[in-house]
C-alpha cells in the first residue's frame, strides 16, 4: 500500500530533550515535506527536500533540522525543543519533474506537547 | 508571497449542496488543490484544477477562475461522514514549483 509513515504518533518531551520524528514514503518520491498545523494557523510549511541531499528552509524553519541521506527517508530534528514547538505535524511527500497535478501525500501526523 | 482566504466555518443540512470559497492572491500559479481533513487526522485530497472551469468527481465538484484568483468546493448530497475541515491549496513557484501553501481551512459541520 502506498503510503507515507510517520513516528511516533504521540510524543511528549521536556524542555531542551532532543527529539527525531521519523518519516518514511514507499512511492519513490523525490518531494517531501514538514509542515506543522496550529489553530487559527493552518499548515504551515517548515523544511522540504528536492531530492537526496537536497534540503531548503520553509516558511518556519527556526529550531528544526532536516536530513535527507535516503531518497525514501525524511527526517524533523529538534535539537532543543520548547513549548513553542507543541503543534500537529505531518509530514508529506509527491512527484515532482513538471507533474503540477501531483498531489501531496501525508502521513498520520506526530502530535508533540513540549512541556 | 501567497494569502488564501476561505469562511473559517459553515453549517449544512444533511442531503443538500454546499459550496465553500477560496481566494487567493499568489506571485505564480500551478494550481489549487482541495483537501479533506477530519479532526486528527491527515489531510487527503480531493480535487485539483489548473485551468479556468469545473472539475467534477462524483459528489464533489471543485471551479477555479485565474483571472478573479478564486475557487469553490461543491459538495452535493451531503452525509453526515462529510463533517470535516476543507483545505484550499495553491501551488507556486517556490520549492522548484512544488511547495503548497494552505488556507486556514473551512470546518463543515453537517446538520440532521
Known amino acids: 500500500e502506498a503510503q507515507v509513515t510517520q513516528n511516533p504518533r504521540y510524543l511528549i518531551t521536556v524542555t531542551g530533550k532532543k527529539l527525531t520524528v521519523t518519516c518514511s514514503q514507499n512511492?519513490?518520491?523525490?518531494?517531501m515535506s514538514w509542515y506543522r498545523q496550529d489553530p487559527g494557523l493552518g499548515l504551515r510549511q517548515i523544511y522540504y527536500?528536492?531530492?537526496?541531499?537536497?534540503?531548503d528552509k520553509g516558511d518556519v524553519p527556526e529550531g528544526y533540522k532536516v536530513s535527507r541521506k535516503e531518497k525514501r527517508n525524511f527526517p524533523l530534528i529538534l535539537e532543543s525543543p520548547s513549548p513553542n514547538q507543541t503543534s500537529l505535524y505531518f509530514c508529506?511527500?509527491?512527484?515532482?519533474?513538471?507533474?503540477?497535478?501531483?498531489?501531496?501525500?501525508f502521513g498520520n501526523g506526530t502530535r508533540l506537547t513540549v512541556t | 508571497g501567497q494569502n488564501i482566504d476561505q469562511p473559517t466555518e459553515m453549517t449544512a443540512t444533511e442531503g443538500a449542496i454546499v459550496q465553500i470559497n477560496c481566494t487567493y492572491q499568489?506571485?505564480?500559479?500551478?494550481?489549487l488543490f482541495w483537501y479533506q481533513q477530519h479532526a486528527g487526522e491527515a489531510p487527503t485530497f480531493l480535487s485539483y484544477?489548473?485551468?479556468?472551469g469545473l472539475e467534477e468527481k462524483g459528489r464533489f465538484s471543485s471551479f477555479l477562475s485565474r483571472s478573479k484568483g478564486y475557487s469553490y468546493l461543491l459538495l452535493k448530497e451531503l452525509q453526515m461522514k462529510d463533517s470535516a475541515s476543507y483545505l484550499c491549496?495553491?501551488?507556486?513557484?517556490?520549492?522548484?514549483?512544488?511547495?503548497?501553501?494552505f488556507g486556514t481551512g473551512t470546518q463543515l459541520k453537517v446538520e440532521l
Open positions: 508529506a511527500s509527491s512527484r515532482t519533474g513538471g507533474s503540477y497535478n501531483s498531489p501531496l501525500h
Open positions: 512511492m519513490n518520491h523525490e518531494y
Open positions: 527536500s528536492m531530492n537526496v541531499e537536497v534540503t
Open positions: 499568489t506571485s505564480g500559479f500551478n494550481g
Open positions: 484544477n489548473v485551468l479556468d
Open positions: 491549496a495553491v501551488r507556486g513557484l517556490a520549492g522548484g514549483g512544488n511547495k503548497l501553501t
